[in-house]
């Protein structure tokens, strides 16, 4: 049974960095959790992707929303996947989730497209 474990988050104040590691484990084959993203839910909102990689790593869809402050990267031999957050805003304050789906189609951030799911690490940001 595949499973995701966060780690990394926190209460920080705007303008400041974190970055959130995910763990995976219990696989067989690399195939089945080839894509992987971050997703991130505020209370009262909907679940919204926030970045997505590929095994290889060559594409990397992102959020308008965090363009150009978050970066997502993977580590294939230590089965880790990490999500660098800078110039943090008060909006990016939600539950942040790991996510990891069968290397099916194209990369996205569709979280009906990937089928093992972490329990959530927290990041609130606050002004």
């Known amino acids: 049974q595949v499973q995701l474990v966060e780690s990394g988050g926190g209460s920080v104040q705007a303008g400041g960095s974190l970055r959130l590691s995910c763990t995976m484990s219990?696989?067989?084959?690399?195939?089945?959790?080839?894509?992987m993203a971050w997703f991130r839910q505020a209370p009262g909102k909907d679940r919204e992707g926030v970045a997505a990689i590929g095994y290889t790593a060559d594409t990397t869809p992102y959020a308008d929303s965090v363009k150009g402050r978050f970066t997502i990267s993977r580590d294939n031999a230590a089965d880790t996947l990490y999500l660098q957050m800078n110039s943090l805003k008060p909006d990016d304050t939600a539950m942040y989730y790991c996510a990891a789906g069968r290397r099916s189609g194209t990369l996205g951030l569709d979280s009906h497209a990937y089928q093992y799911w972490g329990q959530g690490t927290q990041v609130t940001v606050s002004s």
């Open positions: 219990g696989y067989t084959f690399p195939y089945n959790v080839g894509y």
